[in-house]
């Protein structure tokens, strides 16, 4: 079963390096490699500890997750207004 994992690391963007752990709360992984970068962030190749299973993580910089949960509260506020009339 494939996963979507993504994670947001506190202070400096990427300081994340081969062998490091991650830790979802419930599981937990080591960098194997690093498979791409963009904008947003890094993606990298991990191992799941417990299970051995290879995942791709998705590591966004602080600031994007920052901004994406932005976004999203405005659009909901958006969501609310629309349901509203406003009469001016």
């Given amino acids: 079963m494939a996963r979507n994992l ?24 080591m960098v194997l490699d690093f498979l791409g970068e963009g904008s947003f962030g890094k993606v990298t190749r991990c191992v799941e500890l417990d299970t051995y299973k290879t995942v791709a993580i998705k590591i966004m910089k602080k600031r994007q997750q920052a901004m994406r949960d932005a976004q999203l509260e405005v659009r909901k506020q958006i969501r609310v207004l629309k349901g509203k009339k406003c009469y001016g």
């Fill in 6 to 29: 993504s994670f947001s690391v506190p202070g400096q963007d990427f300081q994340i390096q081969r062998g490091d752990r991650l830790s979802s709360g419930s599981s937990d992984y």
